[in-house]
């Protein structure tokens, strides 16, 4: 039986993405890294599924997979991917997402970007979560990371070069962070820039992570680094976070792309 997919990337941060509404698939942890494996499979830095919703006010119920089969609380970058999608296929441009984190609208600019209210942060040691009461402005590790919840959770390093990058696969493995965590690297180019780069929990450096991007700029306001609209450069390309003050929900506005849709037979996968 083959299965239609969507092929889709947020700034190179790319997904493959499964439409369960009409019923469930097989999917496995272990089908879904082998889907993911690049040269055994599709290839992708996430496997996104969606189905109905159970929550009032949203549209459509979206769950994110990393390659190594576990399962992330929030995505941001195929947030927008599947905000585009509900677009192109229903003509609603400003879809409800109902994820781990939280339901989360999400809007399109004139100009055709996403954005997607991401929720507010969460701070408290038990939130991200961490092994122990620390404070969370300053973890008790080389290099004084912080770290914050968007839903899944991340630890930011401030660092003057990306030396740092290559322990990113250690850090996630920190017996600090229980259910490990995605490793951020940010360099403050002024108040309103950060250059990111993200090594992922399952999943390695990808060239952008938008709750990666969120959780820096809140860590970086934080820490009083950065103003509460920033603009975070990653390796893929560029997000525009701002930290309401109003609502103190982190809003998220970059691009969403297809590269292409397919067909694949799950069943020839390994469960
Ligand atoms: N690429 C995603 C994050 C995936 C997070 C995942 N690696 C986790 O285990 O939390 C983003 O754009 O936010």
Redesign the pocket.
């Known amino acids: 039986m083959l299965t239609s997919f969507y092929k889709m990337h947020?700034l190179g941060?790319d997904f493959v993405i499964l439409d369960e509404r009409t019923g469930d698939l097989p999917l496995t942890p272990g089908r879904i890294a082998a889907l993911a494996h690049r040269r055994r499979g599709i290839g992708c830095?996430?496997l996104v599924t969606l189905r109905a919703p159970t929550a009032d006010g949203a549209d459509v119920l979206v769950r994110?997979f990393?390659p190594d089969g576990?399962e992330?609380?929030?995505?941001?970058?195929?947030s927008r991917c599947v905000a585009d999608l509900v677009w192109r296929c229903s003509g609603n441009a400003t879809p409800v997402l109902q994820t781990r984190a939280g339901v989360l609208p999400t809007s399109r600019t004139s100009d055709g970007l996403i954005t997607v209210d991401m929720g507010a942060p969460r701070t408290h040691w038990q939130d991200v979560p961490l092994a122990m009461a620390v404070d969370t402005l300053h973890l008790p590790l080389p290099g004084d990371p912080a770290a914050a919840s968007?839903g899944?959770?991340h630890a930011t390093f401030f660092v003057s070069d990306f030396g740092m990058v290559a322990q990113g696969h250690a850090l996630e493995h920190d017996p600090i962070f229980p259910e490990?965590a995605?490793i951020g690297f940010a360099r403050m180019d002024g108040p309103h820039h950060m250059r990111l780069k993200v090594h992922?929990?399952?999943?390695g450096v990808?060239e952008?992570?938008?709750?990666?991007a969120c959780a820096a700029v809140v860590n970086a306001v934080r820490r009083g680094l950065a103003a509460r609209t920033c603009t975070v450069e990653l390796d893929g390309g560029t997000l525009h976070i701002v930290w309401s003050e109003q609502t103190g929900h982190v809003l998220m506005t970059g691009s969403a792309t297809t590269a292409f849709e397919g067909t694949v037979d799950l069943a020839a996968y390994p469960s």
């Open positions: 947020g941060n830095d996430q994110f990393n576990s992330a609380g929030a995505c941001g970058n195929a968007m899944n959770p490990r995605n992922e929990r399952g999943a990808t952008a992570c938008g709750s990666g």
